[in-house]
């Protein structure tokens, strides 16, 4: 790896204070360079010696092309042990190529790939595998695919599961199996070939799913993987012609399909009178929930966040709940009650706590374009990403909203987001965000605040918690001034109780772990 210190002594930083209101510990890497200017952070494990394995993906520019990863050991003092790279370099018979993901089993690391190869006519699945202590990579073949059974074929984001055509990996929330989709070439049906691994990359399943039905009108919503690797549940929408004749509510149903090694269940429900535009499937524990938004009034516009329980064997329906906005989160959102649904709202994440709560996240989030016209006659547009309020809500065993609030927030970027947006946590009963703001936190009316632009010239990291009753303060963890570089809150990753972030500024970077 062509990495140079900048910097030979640790920083090390560690903030708690009598006066400090909310506890947690910072620790900081030396700063360094990279041969590739943009990386970011692909998964973070601990080594079980107190150190930790950080994974970052790369991709290069105009005047350096490539991609790959890097591997960076370091010990409980984010001091570095060991590093190593893997450039992604395939032969000319390679025709399309993909990284899916990675995923670790202890001290081995597993980079996960899908590539086509012309002279077999086939799509090859395979894992590049490599203990932590020698970044000796070696190959094992996962499994294949003739490339006759491929239709129009594209390669999505590690991580994301789409409907239209593809190759996709999902790991667990545990990651301690993950989930491969194929879509498969079939006139008559929506199909895809399923594969799941343990993280020893055991083969549990491998499965065909068919829906007899057109593409454009099976949308899948997600894929959730069992914490053993042998169940997976797939969730989708479909738009049938019987639920056209709804006077009321969605035209549309969800049908959640379980799938294990020898079988295959569905179950289909519906949004009886409101609208849903989008649900997200967790099992956790002995607990199979659906969760998303909902209206009244029709889709993209939201009152509130409904709540489906099912059974994760039978899949009977247990529990169907709609739970409108508290009369809180609409005076942190408008400053006083007001009967208003809310748009443009963008799930984020799904977050278990100890006691079996579930803490749902979103994000307002919204894109512009403007056009212009230069007095010579010509023109041009420009498109801006508006990552505005965080939405956040706390349910408990029984699907009821234990609090929900808004936390107010202006941000907008043309083009690269790192900076902006948040990362989310929680640890015991409290929940957490981090946010980069460039300016002094905005004071809003009725006791209200609002968070503002940040940028890669102007970034203070901020700490929000929300505890277990609602109440929610915050603090300023590092000033940009007093920092060397300003760390991506959209690319935070999560181990144990840590949060850890890359920063960026210029050709130099550092490692942040913020402990809770």
């Known amino acids: 790896m062509k990495k140079t210190l900048l910097c030979l002594a640790l920083t090390l930083l560690s903030i708690i204070s009598f006066a400090q209101k909310i506890p947690f510990e910072i620790k900081k890497s030396a700063i360094f360079k990279d041969e590739y200017k943009r990386s970011s952070i692909a998964l973070v494990e601990d080594d079980g010696k107190g150190g930790v394995v950080v994974i970052r993906s790369y991709v290069g520019g105009a005047f350096s092309t490539g991609s790959g990863y890097y591997f960076e050991h370091y010990d409980s003092n984010l001091k570095l042990i060991k590093e190593s790279e893997y450039e992604i370099n395939y032969s000319k018979a390679v025709r399309q190529s993909s990284v899916l993901g990675v995923i670790m089993d202890g001290e ?57 055509s593809g190759a996709s990996m999902i790991v667990n929330e545990n990651r301690t199996a993950f989930a491969i989709t194929v879509d498969i070439k079939d006139k008559n049906a929506e199909t895809h070939r399923m594969f799941v691994f343990d993280q020893s990359l055991n083969k549990n399943i491998d499965h065909t799913f068919k829906r007899v039905i057109k593409d454009r009108k099976f949308v899948y919503e997600n894929i959730d993987v069992s914490k053993d690797g042998k169940t997976i549940y797939v969730l989708g929408k479909v738009y049938s012609d019987e639920k056209k004749k709804k006077k009321e509510g969605g035209k549309y149903q969800y049908e959640l399909t379980r799938i294990t090694g020898d079988s295959e269940k569905t179950q289909v429900f519906d949004s009886d009178e409101h609208f849903v535009e989008s649900l997200n499937a967790i099992v956790f524990e002995d607990r199979l929930i659906c969760l998303g938004f909902y209206s009244d009034l029709r889709d993209y516009r939201f009152k509130g966040i409904s709540y489906f329980e099912l059974d994760p064997v039978t899949l009977e329906m247990k529990k169907a709940k709609y739970n409108p906005f508290t009369e809180q989160f609409i005076i942190d959102k408008y400053g006083k009650d007001k009967d208003k649904e809310l748009k443009n709202l963008s799930f984020r994440k799904i977050i278990t706590t100890q006691n079996g709560d579930i803490i749902f996240n979103a994000e307002e989030f919204y894109i512009t374009s403007h056009y212009y016209s230069s007095p010579q006659g010509g023109s041009y547009s420009s498109t801006n990403y508006h990552y505005d309020d965080i939405v956040t809500a706390r349910l ?30 929680a640890v015991g009963s409290d929940a957490y965000f981090f946010i980069n703001t460039g300016e002094k936190v905005k004071k809003l009316s009725n006791d209200r605040i609002q968070f503002g632009q940040a940028s890669i010239k102007k970034a203070n990291l901020n700490i929000i918690r929300v505890n277990q009753n ?47």
Request: proline share 1%; hydrophobic share 35%.
């Open 470 to 516: 609602g109440d929610f303060d915050y603090q300023e963890i590092l000033d940009n001034e007093d920092n060397e570089v300003p760390f991506m809150v959209s690319n935070g990753a999560i181990s144990g109780d840590s949060v850890y972030f890359i920063g960026r500024k210029g050709t130099k970077k550092q490692i942040l772990k913020v402990s809770l």
């Open 396 to 425: 408990n065993s029984n699907g009821e909203i234990v609090w929900a609030r808004n936390i107010n927030k202006r941000q907008v970027t043309a083009g690269d987001g790192s900076f902006i947006s948040y990362t989310s946590a």
């Open 108 to 164: 081995n690391v597993h980079i996960i790939d899908f590539i086509y190869e012309k002279d077999q006519k086939a799509y090859i699945c395979s894992a590049m595998s490599s203990n932590i202590n020698d970044f000796n990579f070696k190959k094992n073949e996962l499994f294949r695919v003739n490339s006759d059974e491929i239709k129009q074929f594209v390669f999505f984001d590690a991580g994301a599961f789409d409907g239209d």
